[in-house]
């Protein structure tokens, strides 16, 4: 289905190929992987966005790209993060602040990458991280596409094992790369398999008391998940407009 769904977005685009960023994270790797057996790997272009270069992150990525027959570019944003952020006055010790910057920067070289090329942007976040808001607005939430943005992280990481993901890439802990020691899990509070059992029950509408039980986690663990989904209700969104036409974008104008 995704590489039906990669296929024919493409097709209807004109446009002539992919670019993606790849961290050298399960996420990009797997998506990489999906992208080059959909349209082949000539049309396909992977780009490591670190501060520096020589990073062993983006020599798992380059390795992978290497392997699957896909492009490879390396852009080093240190620069461009340390201009803006001197611009902006972003404190050394502002962790967020800094890391968002850093999401932004990255998206704004992968659409300046798909502009010249005439390619689109494909991302590569997941249905647990969309669900909870896990991701930086118009930073690496900006793409034209989420490939595997119906597909929980457990979902994800049982694919990239069964397409053949190397185990150097899948067994990393997953981080989103923006400060040293940065850890997904660490900042949600919660390991991906208990949060994909709570978002699932959330999905099916099961009651609060019911997803504890059958995920086997404490109700207050429940509520906080809850609360996470409904607060990151505006980044899953295009930005509203009051309703005034007879159809409004956002509203129900269904495209």
Not at 28 to 41: E, T, Y
Not at 119 to 129: C, P, Q, T, Y
Not at 182 to 203: M, W
Not at 205 to 210: G, Y
Request: hydrophobic share 45%; proline share 4%; glycine share 12%.
């Amino acid at each position: 289905m995704i590489r039906s769904f990669l296929r024919h977005h493409l097709r209807e685009s004109g446009r002539k190929g992919f670019v993606l960023g790849m961290s050298g994270g399960i996420d990009s790797s797997l998506v990489a992987k999906l992208c080059a057996d959909a349209v082949g790997p000539s049309k396909v272009l992977g780009l490591a966005l670190p501060e520096a270069a020589g990073t062993p992150d983006e020599a798992d990525a380059r390795g992978w790209a290497k392997t699957l027959g896909i492009g490879f570019r390396v852009i080093e944003i240190g620069m461009m993060v340390a201009a803006a952020s001197k611009a902006l006055r972003i404190a050394r010790d502002d962790r967020v602040g800094l890391g968002n910057l850093k999401a932004r920067v990255r998206m704004v070289a992968l659409y300046h990458v798909a502009r010249a090329e005439e390619r689109l942007v494909v991302g590569a976040g997941n249905k647990s991280e969309i669900a909870v808001g896990y991701f930086t607005k118009m930073g690496d939430g900006g793409c034209d596409f989420l490939p595997i943005g119906d597909l929980y992280k457990t979902q994800v990481r049982e694919m990239a094992r069964h397409l053949g993901v190397p185990p150097r890439i899948l067994d990393k802990v997953p981080s989103a790369g923006l400060w040293k020691g940065q850890t997904d899990e660490g900042e949600l509070g919660i390991p991906y398999e208990d949060l994909d059992r709570i978002l699932l029950g959330i999905e099916m509408q099961f009651a609060p008391e019911e997803i504890a039980a059958r995920a086997g986690v404490g109700i207050k663990q429940v509520v906080r998940v809850e609360r996470m989904v409904a607060a990151s209700v505006h980044k899953r969104k295009m930005p509203l407009a009051p309703k005034i036409g007879i159809r409004t974008f956002g509203l129900d104008w269904r495209e």
